[in-house]
């Protein structure tokens, strides 16, 4: 099993950044596609990012540009630096590791309020 959690979410104002962090815990030798997600209030859960193990990147049209993802595949977390925020940038940010077996596992998730 595989234990995700989120952390750096908070207050913004419009324009300003966070960067959030994802760190795994227990079997981490299957992990595969890791990513974060995001659901705003009344929405669906959608894509924010992907990154492999091999560091090729997905993003999502309405934050390329904008966000950068990353990952430390030794340390067995990934993060997202999240530059020149919007209001509708605001969302619960959860972290989702998919392994080889095709499990999927999700952080609590961490709010981010970008508000002025």
């Known amino acids: 099993q595989v234990q995700l959690v989120e952390s750096g979410g908070g207050l913004v104002q419009p324009g300003g950044s966070l960067r959030l962090s994802c760190a795994a815990s227990g079997t981490l030798f299957n992990i595969n596609v890791m990513g974060w997600y995001r659901q705003a209030p009344g929405k669906e859960r959608e894509l924010v990012a992907t990154v492999t193990p091999g560091g090729y990147i997905n993003y999502a049209d309405s934050v390329k540009g904008r966000f950068t993802i990353s990952r430390d595949n030794a340390k067995s977390t990934v993060g997202l630096q999240m530059n020149s925020l919007l209001p509708e940038d605001t969302a619960v940010y959860y972290c989702?590791?998919?392994?080889?077996?095709?499990?999927?596992?999700w952080g609590q998730g961490t709010q981010v309020t970008v508000s002025s």
């Open positions: 989702r590791a998919n392994t080889y077996r095709g499990d999927s596992y």
